[in-house]
């Protein structure tokens, strides 16, 4: 079922986002220009009171956002697609903080090379990386989506987080 969102600029103020649930209830979000982020939720569509508002500064709307976007859990269907897969994974590996990879390109860290393991996306804000190519450079606060054998991926990691990665 599609969403009818409907957006309305808030002069001075931000830009409202609001929308109807498939119970008949209704959420609106006020991004603000300084950053915060109001969550007003309706348990009917013509309530004028919310039922519950939730107020965030920017990045605990954006972690919320990812949670919500399924970046932290694997949805069902990707388990059925790793089922049809037969022994190869795919999983959500974040790139450490200190990981020797980041600035490098996915050819230059040899991740597949050295560990049979294939990225095949990359999550970043604020626009992820579909069909990750050589070129691509990894960046802190980076999630790669691999897809490899289960017995791969901690190598993977490990090489991830400490390298070795030549010059």
Do not use: C
Not at 102 to 122: D, F, K, N, P, W
């Amino acid at each position: 079922m599609p969403v009818d969102l409907r957006e309305t600029r808030l002069p001075g103020v931000g830009v409202k986002y609001a929308f109807r649930t498939a119970q008949g209830g209704r959420v609106a979000v006020i991004m603000r220009n300084d950053g915060q982020r109001e969550i007003y939720f309706y348990r009917r569509g013509d309530d004028d009171e919310p039922t519950a508002v939730i107020e965030l500064h920017d990045d605990e709307a954006r972690q919320l956002g990812a949670i919500v976007g399924g970046a932290y859990e694997r949805p069902k269907i990707v388990e059925e697609l790793e089922m049809a897969l037969g022994e190869l994974h795919i999983e959500w590996v974040p790139v450490p903080d200190t990981s020797p990879a980041i600035g490098r390109t996915l050819a230059e860290s040899q991740l597949r090379a050295q560990t049979g393991v294939t990225v095949i996306a990359i999550l970043r804000e604020p626009e992820p990386v579909s069909g990750a190519r050589p070129e691509d450079v990894i960046q802190q606060g980076d999630t790669l989506v691999a897809v490899g054998k289960a017995g791969q991926f901690r190598d993977f990691r490990r090489r991830l987080a400490e390298g070795p990665f030549e010059s």
